[in-house]
């Protein structure tokens, strides 16, 4: 069976030492991608308030990579908007643990709580607090596709949603 590493890092360092990382371990350029991401648009950056409007070929990833498991398939596609990824093809369950442990020991965030202030209560069957450190990265049973993530950046729209608290009859902010 064949696997997809999927790593998600704050800042291009991140995700360049994992790959530097990965290729000390043995892995080739053709086993792993990675895509930087990049945003258009005025929002508030530190808000969770506001809409993206993702390629097609990302989507068409997440798609691929989560099916109907819709909760999943949100959270790492929002985590991606402000993540650089890092995507591992493993032939095996060792090589696909091997990669896994590289990219958390190199900083892959927890999609489960990055993402926890915008999908909160969302969390089916794995709450953030039952991600242990060792799982950031995530193995996922799927094997390599050439149609996705080829692109070495990935850009999003970015669009406010607006204020993010309810105005009471007066017009004023709750």
Known sequence: MSYTVVGMFPTNEDAD????????????????????????????????????????????????LFGDDEDEKNKYSYAGTKS????????DMSQAEKARDIMNAEGAINVNDFTKDRYEGTHKTTKSTDLSEEKRARIISKAKNNLYFTNEERFYNVKDNGMENDMDSQGSEN
Request: hydrophobic share 25%.
């Open 17 to 64: 030492k994992a790959a530097n990382q990965l290729d000390h371990s043995g892995f080739s350029k053709d086993d792993y991608k990675v895509s930087r991401y990049s945003t258009t648009g005025d929002y508030d950056k530190t808000s969770a308030n506001y809409q993206f409007d993702e390629d097609e070929k990302t989507s068409g990833f997440w798609n691929w």
């Open 84 to 91: 650089n990824l890092v995507t591992v093809y493993a032939d």
